[in-house]
């Protein structure tokens, strides 16, 4: 949040100062929807965040470091940014949402105090996302915790968190209308799922891909 405040004065201070914008939802979409959006984004990121930066190497990896989870991460930024961008703005972050508001507060009128009100709420909603995200961790990696644990419910458990996080994000580039764009959240996604989740269920995500894996004795 320091962070934040201390972005907001540095824009402040710059030939740009002139130029403010709010937290607020995009045009045509209320609060509800923006909140909903930042909630199922901010799950995505933060997930990603446990399953790739915070798990043990797999036995048969070469290396003790996983040089991809940056990569993974940046990758879930960009699909939340292109999936509800246009819904709430896509912060992702109740310190980047902080900093967009204190810039806001430096401007007359209505507007400022609106998106600031606007930014708690959608914080909340946030942090909520965070609280889901460290919930469904707890049940998707068992053995992070208990090495002997099964994981035979934890898989189930992985491809459904996958599987809607990846349909659940083309509806959002279809319905929102990212344009060229669409293409990049969605594959982006679907990297950073599989990532997360590959370890533990093998993040197929697709019953066709399934299917023939099945088929082939795989």
Known sequence: VLAGLLSALFHAASTSHDTTFGVQPGEGYNFIQAAGGEFFATF????????????????????????????????????????????????????????ISTLGLASPGKTAAASFMTMIGLSLMEVLGGLLAALVFFVTHPKE?????????????????????????????????????????????????????????????????????????N
């Open 44 to 99: 995505v990121l933060a997930y990603t965040v446990l399953a790739v930066a915070t798990t043990n190497p797999l036995p048969n990896q070469a290396s003790k470091q996983k040089m991809y989870f940056a990569l993974t991460i940046g990758f879930c930024v960009t699909a939340g940014g292109f999936g509800i961008g246009a819904v709430s703005g896509g912060e992702l972050n109740p310190a980047v949402g902080f900093g």
């Open 145 to 217: 915790r208990d090495a002997h644990a099964e994981e035979e419910v934890a898989s189930m458990v992985c491809e459904f968190v996958g599987t809607f996080v990846l349909v659940f994000t083309v509806g959002c580039c279809v319905l929102t209308g990212s344009g060229t764009w669409n293409a990049t959240a969605i594959a982006s996604v679907l990297m950073a799922m599989i990532y997360a989740v590959g370890p533990v269920s093998g993040g197929h995500l697709n019953p066709a891909v399934s299917f023939s894996l099945g088929l082939s004795g």
